[in-house]
């Protein structure tokens, strides 16, 4: 079992930006996949990106361009660039030891941290 937690979030203006961190502890040998969701009041969770632990990483065509996942031992993080005000969300760091966290079911899930952007 991994435990996942999240940091970095805030309150900031739109156009600036943010880097979210998830410190993981645990079995972390076991870990294949690590990624980030965000949710939005009112609407279901969807991956923002996830990184493999052989480095290939994939962001989801709605955010490319403005988030980055990276991932420094037992780090993960997301940069987030030039922030829009629907970027507002609970977001989450997940793992797996296989490929859940790709297909919306990974076996961590941190707790969240909220991301809210004034326009």
């Known amino acids: 079992q991994v435990q996942l937690v999240e940091s970095g979030g805030g309150l900031v203006q739109a156009g600036r930006s943010l880097r979210l961190s998830c410190a993981a502890s645990?079995?972390?040998?076991?870990?294949?996949?690590m990624g980030w969701y965000r949710q939005a009041p009112g609407q279901q969770r969807e991956l923002v990106a996830y990184?493999?632990?052989?480095?290939n990483t994939s962001v989801a065509d709605s955010v490319k361009g403005r988030f980055t996942i990276s991932r420094d031992r037992n780090m993960l993080y997301l940069q987030i660039n030039s922030l829009k005000p629907e970027d507002t969300a609970v977001y989450y760091c997940a793992a797996d030891t296989r490929w859940g966290v790709v297909t919306g079911f990974p076996s961590d899930w941190g707790l969240g941290t909220q991301v809210t952007v004034s326009s």
């Open positions: 990184i493999t632990m052989g480095g």
């Open positions: 645990g079995s972390l040998f076991s870990i294949n996949t």
